[in-house]
């Protein structure tokens, strides 16, 4: 049987169901972002006119990079707990005796996570843009509003957030126990915003080319990784569980 | 492909490691057939359920399942056309009634999702709870939403394992009333239990398992086979020779010593043996005190066929 959008949409949706009414889920999507917006506005807000530039840069290259925390960290729980989580609760084994294949219900499960992430990531991007459009000294706007680091932060927010759902998915997969398998989650998404931290605060110059250029090596990456979760979905080993 | 039976299973067994879950398993489900799976905890029920549900593989031995033989690439035809109410219900405790089904309808991709669990609910009489959340029902009711969730795919075999495991009597009851229904509609049914009286009731024919095979039959056959086929004598001393004194008796097979002076026959017709065996008895000098058909009930039997293994594995 051949890959079907509707059985994909079947799971994606009791997936947002399913999160819309855990309080757990909704804490952290409405508390982390506010937490990862406050911060930036401060840094936005606190820039003296008389900044010297390299410092005005820094300053507000470190604001956006914490805004992608957003995209790297709030769907590393959320994978995470998507297999282990359904294990533990004891609702993957009539899931996998239905006739939904393995990458389908992974890519419900990635869209269920991916696609709340980033109206979360964007809204508060958007937010602190618009803060700081309004608001913002002169001086503050014109860095702000600097080409390469629209587009690191346009063109990352999906693919870190593609990063941490897969690395999430594939340790809970493999893991039995939820609450493990969220550390390691979390810990697992923060390695490529090392590289998206050294264009944001200018260690390396972020042009246009670069940004792209390490776009596509992580869009590589996250496709290979999504290959990865998909061959290490083992059906059989999921149900016998760690007795086998 | 000429559809040859609800289940046909030949040799089949899954070990884990090399601890044996269930082995040499062979038995046929004609279509319509209600089949009961009996046996103790452990003894391999449900392993075998998933094994016939393409969950997990078999380590030996095939089977075709609903016209489709067991491996890889046929996995999702079976899937399609089977389904698995587990010993646990599974449902997500967040979502409402109809919320879970339907994920399921549009997961086995129904036409109408919203139709099928309509009548899936109604099938259940669950119709009037469609809106709570399954958090909210008592396990009863979840055990029968899980039912629900069974019957949207319209399966050709429902794999039920202890479907009643854990309820009241009249939960259970009401389990019982709607299998009873399913099986009046045709449908092809697998049921695991422990209990012999729910398979001596529901089930057309049951197999008792204990990691192997025991016996498989209708329910009344393995009645006559276990009911009085013994006979116990009791005499006033102990008989000198009792091997060679019943060894010649019509309709006896065996024999055991219960008491010095107690004896226990397995016979094949009471009604030939017992007049026999009392003509022996009196011609070998013996004293009868007691010439009687032991009642042995079905479950003297299944404990007696499946008790060995209980000891050996809790050894
Ligand atoms: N995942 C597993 N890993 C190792 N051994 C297993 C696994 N699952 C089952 N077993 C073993 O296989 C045997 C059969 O187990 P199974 O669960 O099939 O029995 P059952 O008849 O369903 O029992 P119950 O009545 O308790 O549900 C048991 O000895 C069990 O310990
Ligand atoms: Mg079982």
Redesign the interface.
């Known amino acids: 049987?051949s890959f079907?959008a509707?059985?994909v949409?079947?799971?994606f949706?009791?997936e947002l169901?399913?999160y819309r009414?855990?309080r757990a889920v909704i804490a952290t999507m409405a508390l982390l972002p506010v937490v990862f917006v406050v911060l930036p506005m401060v840094q936005l807000f606190s820039i003296k006119a008389s900044t010297a530039s390299s410092t005005l840069d820094l300053r507000i290259g470190l604001s956006l990079l914490y805004m992608l925390l957003i995209p790297a960290v709030v769907p590393s729980t959320l994978a995470a707990y998507s297999v282990v989580g359904e294990r533990e609760?004891?609702?993957?084994?009539?899931?996998?005796?239905?006739?939904?294949?393995s990458d389908e219900l992974l890519v419900g499960k990635a869209l269920a996570v991916l696609v709340p992430t980033l109206a979360v990531a964007y809204s508060v991007f958007g937010v602190f843009l618009l803060a700081a459009a309004l608001f913002a000294h002169p001086a503050v706007v014109s860095a702000v509003f600097r080409a390469p680091h629209l587009l690191v932060q346009v063109l990352f927010t999906p693919l870190l957030a593609g990063w941490s759902i897969w690395i999430g998915t594939a340790i809970s997969a493999r893991s039995s126990d939820v609450r493990v398998a969220q550390q390691l989650g979390v810990l697992a998404s923060l390695p490529p915003l090392a590289v998206v931290a050294l264009m944001s605060l200018d260690v390396i110059t972020p042009t246009f080319g670069l940004a792209l250029a390490l776009g596509a090596g992580l869009l590589v990456v996250d496709g290979l990784g999504w290959r990865a979760v998909a061959a290490m979905f083992d059906?059989?080993r999921l149900?016998?569980g760690s007795?086998? | 492909m000429p559809a040859p039976g609800a289940l046909r299973v030949e040799h089949l067994g899954k070990r884990f490691g090399n601890r044996v879950a269930f082995e040499d398993v062979s038995f046929e489900v004609g279509y319509g057939e209600v089949f009961g799976f009996l046996g103790p905890n452990g003894a391999g029920k449900t392993t075998t359920v998933r094994v016939l549900g393409t969950l997990i593989a078999p380590t030996s031995g095939s089977a075709v399942v609903a016209g489709f033989p067991l491996g890889t690439e046929n996995d999702q035809a079976v899937r399609a056309r089977i389904s698995i109410m587990p010993e646990s219900p599974g449902l997500y405790l967040r979502l409402s009634v109809a919320e879970n089904l339907r994920c399921f309808a549009r997961l086995y991709g129904v036409a109408d999702p919203e139709e099928r669990t309509g009548r899936a609910l109604e099938a259940v009489r669950l119709t009037d709870r469609a809106k709570d959340p399954c958090g909210s029902l008592s396990k009863g009711l979840r055990q029968r939403v899980a039912l629900a969730r069974a019957l949207l795919n319209e399966p050709v075999v429902l794999f039920l394992d202890e479907p009643t495991s854990g309820l009241d009597p009249v939960a259970t009851r009401e389990v019982h009333e709607l299998v009873a229904g399913l099986r009046s509609q045709g449908v092809t049914i697998f049921l695991t239990t422990h209990r012999l009286e729910e398979a001596e009731r529901l089930c057309d024919r049951v197999a008792i398992l204990s990691t192997t095979l025991r016996m498989t039959g209708r329910p009344d056959e393995l009645r006559d086979r276990l009911f009085s086929k013994a006979l116990e004598v009791r005499t006033r001393v102990p008989l000198a020779e009792p091997g060679s004194t019943f060894a010649g008796v019509p309709g006896v097979g065996g024999w055991g010593q219960s008491a010095p002076n107690a004896y226990t026959l397995t016979v094949t017709d009471v009604e030939v043996a017992a007049p026999a065996l009392a003509r022996a008895l009196v011609g070998a000098g013996a004293d009868i005190l007691a010439i009687a058909e032991a009642r042995r009930s079905l479950e003297d039997v299944y404990l007696e066929l499946i008790g060995e293994d209980v000891e050996a594995g809790r050894r």
């Open positions: 049987m079907s509707g059985r949409d079947a799971v949706r009791k169901q399913d009414r855990n609760q004891g609702t993957l084994e009539p899931l996998l005796i239905t006739p939904v294949r059906r059989e149900i016998t007795r086998g």
